[in-house]
């Protein structure tokens, strides 16, 4: 469709649409590039596991106060919770940053079929309708899971890591994120069905933000 057949209203509509998703997705890639340096952390913290089980060591250190997380010690069960605490930030914070750069799993047999327009009416339709819903509700959900776990004063059972709620907050955290770049996603695909050309030159706006 050329500039002169496009209806302004379309063109007007889908640079606003673009506008409203641009911070949004930005967001969810700025939080998914930080998050992406704890993988350093869990390297470091499968390494130091490794070591001290080697040499034999189980307690690193102790103190007489109490610090967040990890109580009054350091144990070598302390690192290998640490490990799956990293790995399950990662996890979470990521998603909303695979979404955006469409590398999650997608198992289809007809929209890469689909022209670019019907890309994203497929995308707009399944965010609204499934994905947004969802990680609300799941996020939801947990808050009673995370209240309870900082009620009880939940942690390790084997010497490791205190304060278990803080890893479990990361579960509505991540999916709050995730609805929120999923949202971004709708208004950048609504400008691309609005007016094509937004979405022509490989564009939409998270291509945008990447490259931003």
């Known amino acids: 469709m050329s500039r002169a057949t496009l209806a302004p209203w379309r063109e007007r509509g889908a640079a606003v649409c673009a506008a409203l998703g641009r911070p949004l997705v930005g967001l969810g890639l700025v939080v998914g590039r930080i998050s992406s340096w704890l993988l350093l952390l869990v390297m470091l913290a499968v390494l130091t596991t490794v070591l001290l089980n080697a040499l034999g060591v189980n307690e690193i250190g102790r103190w007489d106060t109490k610090i967040l997380l ?45 022209s670019l327009q ?15 819903p969802f990680c609300l509700l ?52 609504l400008a691309v069905i609005l007016d094509p050309r937004s979405g022509a030159s490989g564009s939409s706006v998270d291509e945008g933000a990447t490259h931003g």
């Open 118 to 132: 019907g890309r994203a009416i497929v995308d707009v339709i399944g965010h609204l309708l499934l994905l947004i």
């Open 138 to 189: 799941i996020a939801w959900l947990s808050k009673h899971f995370v209240t309870m776990s900082y009620i009880s004063n939940e942690q390790s059972n084997y010497g490791g890591l205190t304060d278990r709620y803080l890893i479990k907050a990361m579960l509505p955290i991540g999916l709050v994120f995730l609805a929120v770049g999923a949202l971004g996603q709708v208004f950048a695909k």
């Open 70 to 114: 990890f109580g009054d010690a350091l144990t070598i069960n302390s690192i290998t919770e640490l490990q799956w605490h990293l790995f399950g930030i990662l996890t979470l914070l990521g998603g909303t940053y695979a979404l955006h750069h469409d590398t999650h799993v997608r198992v289809d047999l007809v929209y890469h079929r689909l």
